[in-house]
């Protein structure tokens, strides 16, 4: 598949994704092609052009919902289509559908009866469990895991860690946080981050130094509060 691969990717969000296929499939490092930003999609076709004199026809796509089509145009008039890539460590059950163009990542876990649609990215040790679906250019992350019969829209983002209830739905455009445990359907373009998902009802004077902020995720990472930090965060659950 090397042979004739290359990669295209949006930096820095799938940067060490393309990185490791790369490995995985000895693709050389002059065949990865990074776009910095949304406005250099309308600008693709001559950087492609070089890639394309040299045999490369196939592209792993690595690129955000908002400017993957036209990443695949640009493709197309260049005589090359987007493929998919399936991690050789990768756990997929016979009766899962995965659709052609989408990236199943080291370790992940495609349960039966699951799909996957185009363009989608399933990131290392994520599960996705029985029957659930997964939209097209959809990304799920590291380690996030995905109940039964969970159905996630087109062009969803659900962070690593994040933990979806069985038989819930994401509306298209949805995004999930990191660590975030969402338990019930959110709609369409709305977005849930545990570090948002409860109010916050003290100040600091009544919060313990020894706890942090959010009972889920600490702000910053691990760090106490002490009485001279201010928090000043209005907390809400969807977040327009």
């Given at each position: 598949m ?7 990717f949006q ?5 060490g ?25 309308s600008?693709?076709r001559g950087r ?8 490369c026809?196939r ?10 089509a036209?990443?695949e ?15 050789p460590q990768?756990?997929i059950?016979?009766s ?10 080291e ?5 039966g009866?699951?799909r996957v649609?185009p ?15 997964v939209?097209?250019a959809?990304w ?8 039964a019969?969970v ?21 298209d ?8 445990a969402l ?7 709305a ?7 409860r109010?916050?009802?003290?100040t ?11 009972p ?11 009485d001279?930090m201010?928090?000043q965060m209005t907390r ?5």
């Amino acid at each position: 598949m090397s042979d004739d691969s290359f990669i295209l990717f949006q930096a820095p969000d799938f940067e060490g994704v393309a990185w490791q296929i790369a490995e995985t499939l000895g693709i050389a490092p002059e065949r990865l092609v990074a776009l910095a930003g949304d406005a250099e999609a309308s600008a693709l076709r001559g950087r492609l052009d070089g890639l394309v004199a040299a045999g490369c026809r196939r592209a792993i796509l690595l690129v955000p919902a908002a400017i993957r089509a036209g990443c695949e145009q640009a493709l197309a008039a260049c005589g090359a289509e987007a493929t998919g890539y399936l991690d050789p460590q990768a756990t997929i059950a016979p009766s899962a559908a995965i659709a052609d163009t989408a990236v199943i990542m080291e370790k992940a876990a495609i349960a039966g009866r699951a799909r996957v649609g185009p363009g989608a990215l399933v990131d290392a040790f994520a599960i996705i469990g029985f029957g659930t679906e997964v939209g097209a250019a959809s990304w799920v992350g590291a380690a996030a895991t995905l109940g039964a019969s969970v159905r996630v829209g087109k062009g969803c983002r659900i962070g690593s860690g994040a933990t979806l209830s069985d038989g819930i739905s994401l509306g298209d455009g949805a995004m999930v946080g990191p660590a975030t445990a969402l338990a019930h359907a959110i709609p369409a373009g709305a977005k849930v981050d545990a570090m948002r998902s409860r109010p916050l009802t003290k100040t600091t004077d009544e919060i313990d130094g020894s706890l942090s902020v959010s009972p889920y995720r600490p702000i910053g990472g691990d760090i106490l509060l002490d009485d001279e930090m201010k928090v000043q965060m209005t907390r809400k659950y969807y977040e327009p």
